[in-house]
């Protein structure tokens, strides 16, 4: 069977985290092609995917290392040739073989244009995700309720979108530098175009490769740097799309029991 949809990773480093990844998908039932961009690996990341051994159909290509993040995304997408792009992070395992297909059956519904396994129903005004209203499938315990929910914004740890859609967007937006904030702008410019974003249950694990915060609490001045370029990327956002911010994915009936369930509690 021909496969409909590319698992788009982007990697550096962390060869132990991408081999548990890779053998993780070999279960899994829909199929899938692989386009990999190296972002300067010195670990023997690029070696693994030069000699790819697994009987995935891959495009792999290297650059510099160094180069933002987001830049290598959009050079990845392009590589794929496929009708739906999934990005996923190489430190994610898949834990439930139907994982993807679970994700391209929600595409799959009326009005669809996005859809992962962590996201959150509300962001503030500032941009910030409202915590009460994350929703996500790690498989230590699913919040999300089976099939799938919408949501405001979907997590880059797994995005999954038609590429026609990906190619109306522009891609992800560069402008956000290095990393962070281009999974939320995402999703907004899916929702400008009227179209859904769900968090699909779907439980996965997610190892955690150094793009968090608290990765770099051994070394703080990294921290402090991380964080400061969260900080700016949320400022970027909530100034690009203060015309849909506040933006809440729920009903008013929903939101009213969430209200009241918070306050019970």
Known sequence: MDARVTLVMVVFDGLALT?????????????????????????????????FAYPYPLAFERRPAGGPVIA?????WRLADTEILCFLHNDTEAVEPAWLAR????????????????????LRRD??????????????????RAPWE?????????MCLPRALMEEIGGFDEGYGFYHGHDRDLSLAVRERGRRCLVVHAPFVHRGGGTRARDFARDPARERADLGLR????????????????????????RLRDWLRAGLA
Do not use: M
Not at 105 to 122: H, V
Not at 127 to 144: D, K, Y
Not at 150 to 158: H, L, Q
């Open 19 to 51: 081999r548990a990844c890779l053998e993780s998908l070999r279960t899994t039932t829909a199929p899938f092609r692989l386009a990999v961009v190296d972002n300067g690996s010195t670990d023997g990341t690029a070696e693994l995917f030069e000699r």
């Open 72 to 76: 290598a995304l959009n050079h990845a």
């Open 103 to 122: 994700l391209l059956a929600a595409l799959d519904t009326s009005g669809a244009g996005l859809a992962g396994l962590y996201g959150a129903k509300r």
């Open 127 to 144: 941009g910030r995700a409202v915590g009460r209203t994350i929703v996500h499938s790690l498989a230590e315990g699913p919040t999300v």
């Open 150 to 158: 919408e949501v405001a914004f979907v997590d880059s740890v797994c």
């Open 231 to 254: 900080d700016a990327s949320l400022a970027r956002f909530a100034a690009k799309w203060r015309h849909r911010l506040p933006c809440d994915a729920r009903s008013r009936g929903a």
